[in-house]
């Protein structure tokens, strides 16, 4: 606990984030849920998530590119996956019944990690009264996370403990979907895969969703967005950018 005491004081004293807070404070959330949660034993489960990881990574423009990223399978049935911004990414295995192939799972996936690359909780945490941010981050830290996975999700997921807007969700959107043409997987992929999300979840959006325009909106906006990098994909499969990630 004690890092999150420091880093509340830090908070209240200072009465701004900086990305290095940011970075500590996600890294200690994220030993806390590796520590709390169960992960997958599957190896071949673990490969396959880290692989998607491993070529989108191989896209980012420093500093991203130099991070320590460091990538979790949970095993919860919850249709969920995040980025933090200290660059630790999680998914759940429910993910798995909703994205069919590599190429849907790099579109959420993509998505994650470009609110880490657009510094979205950065300025997101700077948006809040800095008190606040800690009183958060410091109850979370003495929650117990398999009894209180709302509050955890909320935080975790969206990098630390605050929803994004709807403009970066879609600033997301549009980078995370370059970010997987340029590692050479399927941009159309994130097409289906939010149909498959709206399908999976008719009454009530993933937690990870709930603050995106709605399914229908997006998938059309999508859309377009496929379109524009199409060129994109289509030079990554020819300079040899052809991932092959399976379970
Ligand atoms: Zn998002």
């Known amino acids: 606990m004690k ?3 420091l880093l509340l004081s830090v908070f209240v004293l200072t009465g701004c984030v900086t990305a290095s807070q940011l970075q500590q404070a996600s890294a200690g959330q994220f030993e806390k849920m590796r520590q709390e949660m169960t992960i997958s034993n599957n190896a071949a489960d673990r490969a396959y998530v880290q692989c998607i990881a491993n070529a989108i990574i191989a896209q980012l423009d420093e500093p991203y590119a130099s991070y320590n990223w460091d990538v979790e399978l949970f095993d919860e049935d919850e249709t969920n996956a995040f980025a933090m911004p200290g660059g630790q990414i999680g998914v759940f295995t429910g993910m798995f019944a909703v994205a069919e192939d590599q190429d849907q799972l790099a ?8 609110h880490v690359t657009l510094g979205h909780s950065l300025s997101r945490a700077n948006s809040q009264t800095a008190a606040t ?3 958060m981050i410091g109850s979370v830290a003495s929650e117990v996370v398999r009894e209180n996975v709302g509050l955890i999700m909320l935080g975790t997921q969206l990098g630390l403990l605050l929803p994004f807007s709807r403009a970066q969700e879609t600033e997301a959107d549009v980078d995370g ?25 008719p009454n009530r959006p993933p937690s990870f969703l709930s603050t995106h325009p709605s399914s229908s909106a997006r998938i059309a906006a999508l859309g377009e967005q496929v379109t524009q990098v199409m060129p994109l994909y289509q030079q990554a499969r020819a300079g040899g950018r052809r991932p092959a990630c399976s379970r």
């Open 3 to 5: 890092p999150y005491a």
């Open 107 to 114: 579109a959420v996936m993509g998505h994650e990690i470009a």
């Open 133 to 135: 941010l800690g009183i």
């Open 177 to 201: 979907l370059e970010l997987v043409a340029r590692a050479g997987f399927r941009p159309a992929a994130s097409v289906e895969l939010w149909r498959n999300m709206a399908a999976a979840n």
